[in-house]
């Protein structure tokens, strides 16, 4: 699928106007000033730009010059919570910021910037009152949930969030260990080449290669692919294709089914099987920040319920599986591991 090309106003330089401001409001002042929606700032071509409660935006930083050219990550970033004005040329909006991992760590020495991102963010409960002359560009933060198995994948150089800041309590939530290896190092998107997932309910985490052990029986190419759709997404039950097909719910309602059919991933389509049969893998070699965690797990989901129920594949399950995503460019394969936590093939 071709990348959309972003829309950026970040090195247009905005109009300066000479702004009779009385400088920072404050909060008994804030309380009293006409609220707003919205607030507009126009760019060197006099081409108008509509800011708005609910939105996020890149920030001009102190000491950065506007009309030059900067990396995103040079910029603030802040979501707007609410608007209000002096008068026309004195806007102010309240905004939540983003923190960096460096600002992070300055009040929380524990938290570790080399387990992040370049494009990461901390979404803090921090605010400030800031003054609209300095909001440069839309932004967008991606939510990133290393838990979720339907997160939405992104670019590798879209900002993306894991965590928030407690500010007053110098607290991380949720607790970094939640989503980190074994090994208790957390998985960096820009440093980390391969991380391997395991989708089990009781599981749901991600893991470095060389934290991982490899599994004690020996199986050739069918069996490992066979035993990694075998990971099922929605339980932990150590359940075989065949224990589905065989368990008594599910022979109630499978008298129509063919016997003629041998093995019970015959009546799925084969892209579906070749999907559900991929290890779960991220990482800068592994297809990006989110990987294929969504795609496989789509694809194991649809075979573990229709293998379940007895009922047949949704005829639009293409719109449910992204086939492509769920096998990492190259196609290549990867060392098999035992998940550390429940044994299952990863």
């Known amino acids: 699928m071709p990348r959309r090309k972003k829309k950026s106003h970040l090195t247009r330089k905005k109009v300066t106007k000479a702004k009779h401001t009385i400088g920072i409001p404050t909060d008994s002042e804030w309380r009293t000033m006409p609220d707003f ?6 760019d060197e071509e006099g081409d108008p730009h509509t800011f708005s409660v609910k939105e996020t ?16 990550t040079a910029y603030w970033i802040g979501r707007i919570k609410q608007i209000r004005a002096r008068n026309d040329e004195d806007v102010w909006a309240l905004v939540q910021w983003y923190w960096s991992p460096q600002e ?12 992040c991102g370049q494009y990461e963010r901390i979404l803090s409960d921090y605010y400030d009152y800031v003054s609209t002359a300095s909001f440069c560009d839309h932004a967008i933060v991606m939510r990133y949930d290393e838990r979720a ?45 391969v991380m391997h997932f395991c989708p089990r309910p009781a599981c749901r985490a991600a893991f470095h290669q060389e934290c991982l052990k490899r599994p004690t029986k020996k199986l050739d190419a069918a069996a490992r692919a066979r035993k990694f759709i075998e990971s099922w997404p929605d339980t932990d039950e150590k359940l075989s294709i065949e224990d589905l097909v065989s368990s008594r719910s599910c022979r109630k309602r499978r008298k129509g089914l063919q016997s003629s059919i041998s093995d019970p991933l015959e ?3 084969e892209e579906l099987v070749e999907a559900a049969q991929q290890q779960i893998v991220k990482g800068v070699q592994a297809g990006g920040v989110v990987g294929n965690v969504k795609a496989v797990v789509a694809a194991r989901q649809l075979i573990y319920r229709s293998l379940l129920d007895g009922s047949s594949l949704p005829t639009n399950w293409e719109d449910k599986v992204d086939v492509e995503a769920a096998i990492p460019p190259p196609r290549q394969s990867y060392p098999v591991f035992a998940c550390p936590q429940c044994q299952s093939l990863i």
Do not use: M, W
């Open 57 to 72: 935006a890149f920030i001009l930083p102190e000491g950065v010059l506007p009309g030059k050219e900067h990396h995103p």
């Open 149 to 193: 198995i339907d997160q939405e994948t992104f670019d590798p150089d879209n900002f993306y969030c894991r965590f928030d800041l407690e500010y007053r309590a110098r607290k991380i939530l949720p607790n970094v260990t939640r989503t980190a290896c074994c090994c208790g190092v957390c998985y960096n998107p820009d440093r980390d080449p």
């Open 37 to 42: 929606a919205s607030f507009v700032v126009a």
């Open 267 to 269: 009546q799925f389509p």
């Open 104 to 115: 992070v760590n300055s009040v929380i020495k524990s938290f570790v910037v080399s387990d």
